[in-house]
């Protein structure tokens, strides 16, 4: 039995559930509100010590990190292959995959914790401040929850993030000018892993939509896949997010 934790449209949350839904896989749905901190409880914790979603548990076998996730039940079931066949477009794809964990997220919370979180962060009692970043596992994590309860990230940050957001449309653009989809002929974990990303810097920045041609036609492909409509869609999966 599969049982996903995730928080609906969350990016790393959409990856392993674009995943899922792509290999034609069931799944129980365990939907965490991050705004109410779900993610704190110490029994989730205890699957998932960096308190963060997404987290699969396969027979009682628990899986964190949303791109290994993803690895691993391509592995395990082997029906429907996420991966290139050759070792060149597997390499390829990693390279996205690994783009999408440490170049593409941090990127993504600048924005979204300001959109997000700000607000929540700084209505807190102190108390209740204190305790949040008590229960928070990550160190950045935690210093980001205390830059939103002062000033807000600041304009160095703001750039470095829509820095690497460019970085993201360039490389996604030049692999797109070679080949149908990122890691090269066939939809696979690269543009599961890289689809959240665009979707969400395209809110913030929409203008890279129109400077990156082949990354838009490219995106508007992939919205319509079934796995990606079913994913994106309303449901109880995506609670009461955007
Ligand atoms: N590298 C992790 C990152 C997971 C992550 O940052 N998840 C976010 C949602 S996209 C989260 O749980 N945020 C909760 C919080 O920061 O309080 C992965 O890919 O699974």
């Known amino acids: 039995m599969l049982e996903l934790y995730h928080a ?13 839904k792509e290999k034609g896989l069931a799944y129980k749905s365990h939907y965490l509100n991050l705004g109410k901190f779900e993610h704190h409880d110490p029994a989730y914790l205890k699957l998932n010590p960096n308190g963060l979603v997404p987290t699969l548990v396969h027979d009682g076998k628990v899986v964190i990190e949303s791109g290994v996730i993803n690895e691993y039940v391509d592995e395990v079931f082997a029906d429907k292959p996420l991966k290139p066949a050759d070792p060149l477009g597997r390499a390829r794809m990693r390279i996205f995959c690994k783009m999408a964990d440490e170049y593409a997220l941090p990127a993504t919370r600048i924005p979204t914790w300001t959109r997000t979180k700000a ?6 009692s102190a108390a209740e401040f204190d305790r949040v970043v008590s229960e928070t596992a990550l160190v950045d994590h935690r ?26 449309f360039d490389r996604s653009e030049a692999a797109l000018s070679e080949s149908p989809y990122l890691a090269g002929a066939a939809y696979s974990l690269a543009d599961i892993a890289i689809l959240p990303y665009i979707h969400a810097f395209r809110e913030v920045r929409p203008e890279l939509m129109t400077t990156h041609p082949r990354t838009t036609e490219w995106y508007e492909r992939v919205m319509v896949r079934p796995a990606v409509q079913a994913t994106y869609q309303p449901s109880d999966e995506t609670g009461t997010q955007r």
């Open 8 to 20: 609906g449209l969350t990016t790393c949350s959409k990856k392993s559930r674009l995943a899922l």
């Open 119 to 124: 607000a929540q962060v700084q209505a807190m």
């Open 143 to 168: 210093l980001k929850l205390q830059a939103l309860r002062g000033e807000g990230f600041s304009k160095k940050e703001f750039d470095e993030a829509y820095g690497r957001m460019d970085y993201v």
